[in-house]
């Protein structure tokens, strides 16, 4: 989904402009969390998300990317990423992984989530529970002199040894003035291999882990991806500044 071109290192007066940006994802992102409840659709979350981007002056960072028609990417059980709002509603046990972002002052942040719709079964559960460790874990990793690898790595090694796996064909990105930046940031690898983490560098970072198998398939909207085995997964991701004492999460 992004164009390459050459890591982007950002001033400390860009990375403030980003974190105020963060800071208004944030709050956005509880309020649509909030939300979540039986019985509501993902058009109704969707139309909620654009009035709070509104209300504060931000564009949504999705609406009208690559063609992409919504604010937020709703994308429910065996969905894994980029399903698009419509008139489904949300029922008991289910999980809905949130993925969105927005504009402000030029600079993007990006954010996902995924929550469950009332109460889910115990493997769902460690499902997510899995993947909000899967996420901490990388930023951990997001410390000069380490290597895309060493995060990629890390993140694998957790997330196999707790009997899940990682999505291979999506990947975490640098972001800035573009949604999509340099580098792109695998959830799995080999340690010691790839980009150094850069003072400057501003990524975000998004395990997906699937209850099964990592295969995906593309659906029909030419939008929507699913496991391949019908299986549930789940997507964090935060917006993160690296600096010289380390990961500073802004959203």
């Known amino acids: 989904m992004?164009?390459?071109?050459?890591v982007e290192i950002k001033t400390p007066e860009e990375i403030e402009v980003m974190a105020e940006g963060g800071t208004m994802l944030r709050y956005i992102r509880e309020r649509i969390v909030e939300a979540v409840r039986p019985g509501v659709t993902t058009r109704e979350l969707d139309r909620l998300a654009r009035r709070l981007m509104d209300a504060r002056g931000v564009l949504p960072a999705f609406l009208g990317y690559q063609g992409f028609p919504a604010t937020l990417c709703t994308s429910i059980n065996e969905e894994i990423v980029h399903g698009i709002p419509g008139d489904r509603r949300l029922v008991e046990g289910d999980i809905l992984?949130?993925?969105?972002?927005?504009?402000?002052?030029?600079?993007?942040?990006?954010?996902?989530?995924?929550?469950?719709?009332?109460?889910v079964d115990p493997e769902t559960q460690r499902l997510l529970e899995t993947t909000r460790r899967a996420l901490a874990i990388a930023i951990e990793h997001l410390r000069p002199g380490e290597r895309v690898g060493?995060?990629?790595?890390?993140?694998?090694a957790y997330v196999e040894s707790q009997g899940f796996s990682v999505v291979r064909e999506y990947a975490g990105h640098g972001i800035g003035r573009r949604l999509h930046e340099e580098p792109r940031i695998p959830n799995h690898g080999r340690a010691g291999r790839g980009p150094r983490w850069q003072p400057g560098m501003v990524v975000a970072i998004e395990p997906m882990v699937n209850m099964g198998g990592h295969p995906t398939r593309l659906l029909a909207d030419q939008w929507t991806v699913v496991t391949a085995d019908g299986r549930r997964s789940a997507h964090e991701e935060h917006t993160v500044a690296i600096t010289g004492d380390g990961p500073r999460v802004l959203t």
């Open 2 to 6: 992004y164009a390459s071109h050459k």
């Open 97 to 119: 992984s949130l993925d969105f972002g927005l504009v402000h002052r030029g600079f993007y942040v990006d954010t996902a989530a995924t929550v469950p719709v009332g109460s």
């Open 150 to 156: 060493d995060l990629g790595a890390a993140v694998q």
